[in-house]
C-alpha cells in the first residue's frame, strides 16, 4: 500500500467538533487516537469548535423542532466547504442515513453505553425502583422518559435540555429530582462518581451510545486512510447493527427505541432492541443475531409487525 501523506505542523489536519464540554474531549480523544495511531507531532492537529443547531435551541424538546441533522448540519457544512478535514461526532446523535459525501470511517472502541440515574439531595434511592412516588425525571430523550414510565407509571417526566453540566445544575436547583444521563458522556468528562449505573437489562440504551465516530469527505482518500488507522472493528460492526435497526425502522434519536448489539464469546453478534410507545405503556422487544446489516433491518420488520399500534404508528415507514 502506498504511504499515507500525514498532516504537518505546516499543514494540519482540522478536526471539526461541536463546542460543548464533551464534544471538545471526544475530539480530543480522537485526536490522541491518531496522534498515537500515526506519530503525529500534535501541532499537526488542530481542533475546530462550532455551534450546532441542536446547541442553539434550548428551550423546546428538539423532537418538536423538527428538520434533520440538528447536530450535524454546520459540521458538514464546513466539511463540505474544505474548512475542516474531519467531523467528530457522538454517533448517537448523528442520523443514520447520511449525505453520501461523507464517510463515516471510523469509530473509537465503545465506552460503558449504559445509562446512569442521577438524583437530586435530597431525594433517597438510586435506583428507579427506589425514586419517590410521583418523583420527576429531567429528560430530553424520549426513549427514557417512555422506559422509565414503563417501570414507574407514577413517576412524571419533564423536558430538560443542555449540556450535561446544564442539566446537572438544573437538577442541583431542584427542577427535577431526578435524571438519567449517559455513562459514557459523564466518565468523558470526569465526572465518575456521578450517578448510579442502571443495568443493560433494565434500561436497554440508545443505538449507538456511548460510540464516537469520525466523518471526512468521501473523496478525500488521504484523510480515509489516516482514519482507518483507529477505527475499532468490533464497536464499529456492533454500532453499525443498531444503526441499521434504526434506520429499518426509520427512527432516529428522538424515536422511543432502544437498540444494543453485543458480541458473544463465541464469536456472533447478538442485537437486543426495545421500541415503545410514547407514554411508555406498551412497547415490543426483541433480539437477533446480525451477521450483517440486512438481519438488523430484518428484526426491525419484524418487531415493527409484531408491536401494538400505539407503538407503529410512530414510524410511518
Ligand atoms: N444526546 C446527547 C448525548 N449524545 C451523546 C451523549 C453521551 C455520550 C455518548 O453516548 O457517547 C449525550 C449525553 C447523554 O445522553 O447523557
Known amino acids: 500500500m502506498a504511504s499515507i501523506p500525514l498532516p504537518t505542523p505546516a499543514r494540519p489536519l482540522r478536526i ?79 442520523e443514520t442515513l447520511r449525505d453520501p459525501r461523507f464517510a463515516l470511517i471510523a469509530m473509537l472502541e465503545r465506552a460503558d453505553p449504559r445509562d446512569r440515574l442521577v438524583v437530586r439531595d435530597g431525594i433517597d434511592g438510586t435506583a428507579i425502583a427506589e425514586l419517590p412516588q410521583g418523583a420527576r425525571l429531567g429528560t ?25 453540566a446544564t442539566r446537572l445544575g438544573k437538577l442541583a436547583a431542584g427542577d427535577v429530582d431526578a435524571t438519567l444521563l449517559a455513562a459514557a458522556g459523564l466518565d ?78 463465541d464469536g456472533t453478534l447478538r442485537l437486543d432492541a426495545e421500541i415503545y410507545s410514547e407514554d411508555g405503556a406498551e412497547h415490543v422487544a426483541g433480539h437477533a443475531l446480525v451477521s450483517d446489516a440486512a438481519a438488523a433491518a430484518d428484526l426491525a420488520r419484524r418487531l415493527l409487525d409484531e408491536a401494538p399500534e400505539a407503538v407503529r404508528s410512530l414510524f410511518a415507514a
Request: one cysteine or more.
Open 140 to 164: 430530553s430523550s424520549p426513549r427514557r422518559a417512555a422506559q422509565v414510565r414503563r417501570l414507574r407509571p407514577d413517576i412524571e417526566t419533564t423536558l430538560l435540555r443542555g449540556n450535561v
Open 16 to 94: 471539526g467538533t461541536r463546542a460543548s464540554p464533551l464534544a471538545l474531549a471526544q475530539a480530543n480523544m480522537a485526536a490522541a487516537a491518531l496522534v498515537a495511531a500515526h506519530g503525529l507531532d500534535l501541532a499537526a492537529l488542530e481542533i475546530v469548535p462550532m455551534t450546532a443547531t441542536g446547541d442553539r435551541i434550548q428551550d423546546r424538546a428538539l423532537a418538536e423542532v423538527g428538520g434533520k441533522a440538528l447536530w450535524t448540519r454546520e459540521l458538514d457544512a464546513a466539511l463540505d466547504a474544505g474548512e475542516i478535514d474531519i467531523a467528530v461526532h457522538s454517533l448517537k446523535d448523528v
Open 188 to 265: 468523558r468528562l470526569g465526572m465518575y462518581e456521578v450517578g448510579q449505573v442502571i443495568p443493560i437489562d433494565l434500561l436497554l440504551p440508545a443505538a449507538s451510545q456511548g460510540a464516537i465516530g469520525i466523518e471526512c469527505r468521501a473523496d478525500d482518500a488521504a484523510t480515509r486512510a489516516l482514519l482507518a488507522a483507529v477505527d475499532h472493528a468490533a464497536t464499529h460492526a456492533a454500532v453499525a447493527a443498531e444503526r441499521a435497526f434504526l434506520a429499518g425502522l426509520g427512527g432516529d434519536c428522538r424515536s422511543p427505541v432502544a437498540a444494543h448489539a453485543h458480541w458473544r464469546h
